[in-house]
């Protein structure tokens, strides 16, 4: 059976039968130290402190009169006017951490995954909790509190709007540490199954995206593609219906020019020139990959130096610098 986890609480906002402890002084077994788990010691405001009997059972500890007081799962424990609520977890799930980050020392933030439910949470007790195996265990259920708390959502999208608007709150208190929060939720690494349901297509074209070089990277160790949220959240899935046609990249000179335009397979380059003795009319293939995709910008900077229209045209020029396959579609003539 599943230990329950005792969850200390700001405030008694969360849903379950309210107990005070006051009410429950009697009745309980002699406490002896042998045997018994104290979670957390008793503190200056109150007399109880909270653990496990030699069972498992969990139960309020009056250190000072030697009783151990049993408990209801579910139920919420407060002393009136000091401020000292507890809550009986019930139950805790494993989970896997897919993002974490900590405010100083006040708070931790995480958000992750059981099975097919996503969660975000904070504490100050910095869950998820490992359990005896090792595993990282949270609350099952929602948990609203100012001091830990989590919520429970059915899509990733959901808990990720939920912890950017919870960073964003706090952005005029702490600024720096808001916009770091942020920039480290798009590093989040994803999976191909949990991208492509982010994207609303299948496993096998997320892949293919990624032997194109339009999102994720492989290391040595992995055996799937690791993709991170920000490729995920910059990739447009194609809508519906035929595809709008895209004005080419173009750059014309006095004498020369060139059109860079996007096709199937890769960008395809024509260039021109007026000069005698110069070829003209030539056209490459210049295939998707290195980062580029059809639905990249041409118009935007590639470097300092040049854009990305001018980088795939300068790919055809030197085939040193194309880390992707260039293709001569047609063969140039000289100008007499």
């Known amino acids: 059976m599943r230990r329950l986890r005792w969850v200390q609480m700001r405030d008694a906002r ?21 045997g018994y788990e104290i979670v957390s010691e008793s503190r200056a405001d109150t007399e109880y402190a909270v ?8 139960v309020l500890i009056d250190e000072d009169a ?26 805790w799930v494993q989970s896997e951490v897919l993002w974490t980050e900590d405010l100083g020392e006040i ?9 097919d439910r996503y969660f975000f949470s904070w504490s100050e007790w910095k869950w998820p909790l490992q359990n005896e195996n090792g595993q990282d265990e949270v609350p099952s259920e929602n948990i609203d509190d100012g001091l830990n708390g989590i919520h429970w959502f059915d899509s990733l999208k959901e ?7 919870t960073i964003e709150t706090l952005s005029d208190v702490h600024p720096e540490w808001a916009k770091e929060a942020i920039y480290s939720i798009g590093a989040m690494r994803l999976t191909t199954g949990e991208a492509a349901h982010m994207l609303g297509v299948t496993e096998m074209r997320v892949r293919k995206l990624c032997q194109d070089g339009r999102m994720g990277y492989k290391t040595r160790w992995s055996h799937d593609w690791l993709i991170p949220l920000r490729d995920v959240e ?12 895209e004005q080419p990249y173009e750059r014309h000179g006095e004498w020369s020019g060139y059109t860079v335009r ?17 070829p003209t009319g030539a056209k490459y293939l210049v295939e998707y990959g290195d980062g580029y995709g059809p639905e990249t910008d041409l118009a935007s900077r590639h470097n300092e130096l040049m854009t990305v229209g001018d980088y795939i045209y300068a790919c055809t020029e030197d085939l040193a610098i194309a880390r992707v396959k ?11």
């Open 262 to 278: 996007k096709s199937e397979k890769g960008f395809v380059v024509q260039w021109w020139s007026a000069r005698q003795g110069e």
């Open 234 to 245: 910059r990739f447009e899935r194609r809508k519906p219906g035929r595809r709008k046609k």
């Open 326 to 336: 260039v293709r001569c579609l047609r063969k140039g003539r000289i100008v007499r």
């Open 159 to 165: 808990a990720l709007d939920d912890a950017r608007g």
């Open 14 to 34: 969360a849903a379950g039968h309210h107990v005070d402890l006051d009410d429950i002084t009697a009745g309980g077994p002699d406490y002896e130290d042998e």
């Open 51 to 58: 653990g496990y009997a030699p069972d498992g059972t969990p």
């Open 107 to 115: 708070t931790h933030y995480a958000i992750g995954k059981a099975g």
């Open 66 to 91: 030697g009783c151990a007081y049993a408990v209801e799962a579910g139920a919420i424990y407060e002393q009136p006017y000091q401020g000292v609520v507890w809550h009986l977890a019930d139950p």
